[in-house]
């Protein structure tokens, strides 16, 4: 059971931003092409050297506060603007919500399914409002070192995952593909950044981008998953009001 306990966060993550399974709803459309995606990104830049990336921690983890117009971690050390009106803001208890119906729908172990929502921990989670943008969403999660076996950095954390996504999720549904390993910048900080297609059924395909960096005993992920090459950059426009101090 030690890969559920390593990838439910991020794969959990994957299943919530997903439309919530209801008998009278239709199923989400096909979207257009994009005019660009992070498959052609992947195949014209080659992969360039990566290294563990890591940044000066405060005091104890905490999960942040929201105050309506801004959220703010002391620990991570960032604050980050809240959305427009187009965007809702999900509190801890709808998303604990959905990591325990994506459990179940996941098939977890009671025990597994323990150890990962013990060790990981939701600071900000953001979702686009509108139907057509079901997939779209922005996530900054914690996740503790320490309780994860043979991983000790972000490198390590990462690789980890992109590894058993290629060697066991790769086929089925959802299909997961891993399109790149490199490193981005959010705000003027440098993060690990992984990129994933994922294929939720047949001909509904989204992407997920996860930057990682430690923070002492702890990595945090910002993960942002879309469609559309405006999706995308809508994401990145609210990214860009990160600030770090």
Not at 19 to 28: G, V
Not at 154 to 164: G, N, Q, V
Not at 179 to 208: A, C, H, T
Not at 211 to 237: C, M, P, R, W
């Amino acid at each position: 059971m030690r890969f559920f306990f390593r990838l439910f966060p991020i794969i959990i993550l994957v299943f919530s931003c997903s439309p919530k399974s209801n008998s009278s709803q239709a199923n989400p459309t096909k979207p257009n092409p994009p005019k660009e995606t992070c498959d052609t990104v992947a195949k014209t830049n080659p992969p360039k050297e990566v290294h563990n990336i890591s940044y000066p921690f405060n005091g104890k983890l905490d999960q942040g506060v929201f105050d309506s117009k801004h959220y703010q971690n002391k620990y991570f050390g960032f604050s980050i603007d809240a959305p427009d009106a187009n965007w809702t803001v999900l509190n801890r208890e709808q998303y604990a919500a959905r990591i325990k119906s994506n459990l179940t729908a996941l098939n977890a172990s009671d025990s597994a399914s323990k150890k990962s929502e013990n060790n990981l921990h939701n600071l900000f989670t953001i979702r686009k409002n509108q139907q057509r943008a079901a997939f779209q969403s922005i996530s900054f999660t914690g996740e503790g070192l320490e309780k994860i076996p043979d991983v000790t950095n972000a490198l390590e954390y990462i690789k980890w995952t992109d590894k058993f996504v290629a060697d066991h999720l790769s086929s089925g549904f959802p299909k997961y593909k891993v399109l790149s390993l490199d490193s981005g910048m959010l705000g003027n900080r440098e993060f690990l950044l992984s990129i994933w297609k994922i294929e939720r059924s047949p001909g509904i395909v989204y992407f997920q981008k996860t930057y990682t960096a430690q923070f002492g005993k702890y990595v945090l992920n910002v993960i942002e998953n879309y469609q559309s090459h405006e999706d995308s950059l809508e994401n990145e426009k609210i990214l860009s009001t990160i600030k770090w101090k």
